[in-house]
């Protein structure tokens, strides 16, 4: 019969022992985790059979090819090195940032740049900048996309917040929802960590596979590595950082950062509800899902980068000094890291304090930048127009209703 599409393996469920190692909790508390637990076993996917209906496959195989066509176009229209750098460093924060609101952890454009800056800020900056660190890793190392890729993207991640797990294989039971008593109400158990290893190796050779149409084929990854979930913390931002090294290992992006997580991030429940169904032998609603996430990356980073430009070119306008001056450099600069200091400026430009300082007064004095918060030490300066391009495109994504 044509068009028939193959089932998709399921996750089944193993019997474990349980003993929990809460402290002091209710007698209803030990009876709802007393007793074994059910964890996934993972069916083996190495060799399985990628069957879509056309339509979808067609969908995703157009995705893929705008991909492309954005990469090579922002590459074309920014031309210089002073243009593209600053875009492809904010698309790739961008990315990290809608990436860690899917769980959540939401920051501001100036607490993420001054935490790119190393100044004081808070939690959940610091946590999306070890996510920009695992992208860079994701970016570095799609040339080969192994285990030692996916471990090296964990540890870039989690090596500030948790050295003793970060880029290792996890060692316990974890489980998504419900109690941190026990994994008897979670929402989903993933394999007992005696199996994470061998579950890994598996998913590598699926994603050494040239056989299935790109974006099927990393959003499969995706949702296996997902449903794996081989580390204690950061399973998501990882997974999302392995999207972007598939992508580039097959070559769809070459140059810049598509923000795909400000996709998935138009609609959690769904994108978490692709992951279920993909667990019950349903690969499509995943592919969906990565599908619509490219269409709408490509155009939310398409209206960035205009705004950008924009912001950019008013820069033009307003700044009067000698075409070799590093003022110049340090208005492409903001544009990727918003808010500098005198350290920035030296470090990034080569130049003495004082010509630093005399770089930012004359951006200062123009217009482009503008004096933070006063201290007596650690000064820093921002660019008010390109934190408000960078919060406007995040207020942006999260507005999007559901049905979109």
Same mark, same amino acid.
């Given at each position: 019969?044509?068009?028939?599409?193959?089932? %998709?393996?399921?996750?089944?469920?193993?019997?474990?022992? %349980?003993?929990?190692?809460?402290?002091?909790?209710?007698?209803?508390?030990?009876?709802?985790?007393?007793?074994?637990?059910?964890?996934?076993?993972?069916?083996?996917?190495?060799?399985?059979?990628? *069957?879509?209906?056309?339509?979808?496959?067609?969908?995703? &195989?157009?995705?893929?090819?705008?991909?492309? $066509?954005?990469?090579?176009?922002?590459?074309?229209?920014?031309?210089?090195?002073?243009?593209?750098?600053?875009?492809?460093?904010?698309?790739?924060?961008?990315?990290?940032?809608?990436?860690?609101?899917?769980?959540?952890?939401?920051?501001?454009?100036?607490?993420?740049?001054?935490?790119?800056?190393?100044?004081?800020?808070?939690?959940?900056?610091?946590?999306?900048?070890?996510?920009?660190?695992?992208?860079?890793?994701?970016?570095?190392?799609?040339?080969?996309?192994?285990?030692?890729?996916?471990?090296?993207?964990?540890?870039?991640?989690?090596?500030?917040?948790?050295?003793?797990?970060?880029?290792? %294989?996890?060692?316990?039971?974890?489980?998504?929802?419900?109690?941190?008593?026990?994994?008897?109400?979670?929402?989903?158990?993933?394999?007992?960590? &005696?199996?994470?290893? =061998?579950?890994?190796?598996?998913?590598?050779?699926?994603?050494? $596979?040239?056989?299935?149409?790109?974006?099927?084929?990393?959003?499969?990854?995706?949702?296996?590595?997902?449903?794996?979930?081989?580390?204690?913390?950061?399973?998501?931002?990882?997974?999302?950082?392995?999207?972007?090294?598939?992508?580039?290992?097959?070559?769809?992006?070459?140059?810049?950062?598509?923000?795909?997580?400000?996709?998935?991030?138009?609609?959690?429940?769904?994108?978490?509800?692709?992951?279920?169904?993909?667990?019950?032998?349903?690969?499509?609603?995943?592919?969906?899902?990565?599908?619509?996430?490219?269409?709408?990356?490509?155009? *939310?980073? $398409?209206?960035?980068?205009?705004?950008?430009?924009?912001? =950019?070119?008013?820069?033009?306008?307003?700044?009067?000094?000698?075409?070799?001056?590093?003022?110049?450099?340090?208005?492409?600069?903001?544009?990727?890291?918003?808010?500098?200091?005198?350290?920035?400026?030296?470090?990034?430009?080569?130049?003495?304090?004082?010509?630093?300082?005399?770089?930012?007064? $004359?951006?200062?004095?123009?217009?482009?930048?503008?004096?933070?918060?006063?201290?007596?030490?650690?000064?820093? %300066?921002?660019?008010?127009?390109?934190?408000?391009?960078?919060?406007?495109?995040?207020? =942006?994504?999260?507005?999007?209703?559901? *049905?979109?």
């Amino acid at each position: 019969m044509a068009n028939v599409v193959t089932p %998709w393996p399921p996750v089944t469920f193993e019997e474990r022992p %349980w003993t929990s190692a809460a402290g002091y909790v209710s007698r209803t508390q030990q009876r709802r985790h007393a007793g074994p637990y059910l964890a996934a076993v993972l069916p083996e996917i190495a060799g399985a059979a990628v *069957s879509l209906p056309p339509a979808l496959t067609a969908e995703a &195989e157009e995705a893929a090819q705008e991909l492309v $066509r954005f990469d090579t176009s922002i590459s074309n229209t920014l031309g210089a090195a002073a243009q593209l750098g600053p875009m492809s460093a904010v698309l790739l924060r961008t990315e990290s940032a809608a990436s860690s609101q899917i769980e959540n952890l939401t920051v501001g454009a100036r607490q993420l740049a001054l935490a790119e800056l190393g100044e004081h800020s808070n939690r959940n900056a610091r946590i999306v900048t070890g996510n920009v660190r695992s992208m860079e890793a994701a970016l570095a190392l799609s040339e080969v996309v192994d285990e030692g890729t996916v471990l090296a993207m964990h540890r870039a991640l989690m090596e500030d917040s948790d050295p003793e797990n970060a880029g290792r %294989w996890r060692t316990e039971q974890v489980w998504i929802g419900g109690s941190n008593i026990g994994p008897h109400r979670a929402a989903f158990v993933p394999p007992h960590h &005696e199996h994470v290893s =061998r579950a890994m190796k598996d998913l590598i050779a699926f994603a050494d $596979r040239d056989d299935v149409p790109s974006i099927a084929h990393t959003a499969i990854v995706h949702a296996q590595f997902e449903t794996i979930h081989p580390f204690t913390d950061g399973n998501g931002r990882t997974g999302r950082a392995l999207v972007h090294a598939m992508l580039s290992n097959r070559r769809l992006t070459e140059r810049v950062t598509v923000p795909i997580s400000a996709g998935l991030l138009t609609n959690t429940a769904d994108y978490f509800g692709a992951l279920d169904h993909f667990r019950q032998g349903d690969v499509e609603p995943i592919v969906r899902q990565f599908v619509d996430a490219v269409f709408f990356a490509i155009g *939310s980073g $398409r209206r960035l980068v205009d705004d950008l430009r924009a912001v =950019r070119d008013s820069f033009n306008d307003r700044l009067t000094a000698r075409r070799d001056s590093v003022a110049w450099r340090i208005a492409d600069a903001v544009i990727g890291q918003p808010v500098i200091n005198n350290s920035y400026v030296t470090s990034q430009f080569g130049v003495t304090d004082v010509a630093a300082q005399r770089a930012i007064d $004359r951006l200062v004095e123009c217009g482009v930048l503008r004096s933070g918060a006063q201290r007596a030490r650690n000064r820093v %300066w921002q660019a008010d127009d390109v934190l408000r391009a960078l919060d406007d495109f995040a207020a =942006r994504i999260r507005r999007v209703p559901p *049905s979109a």
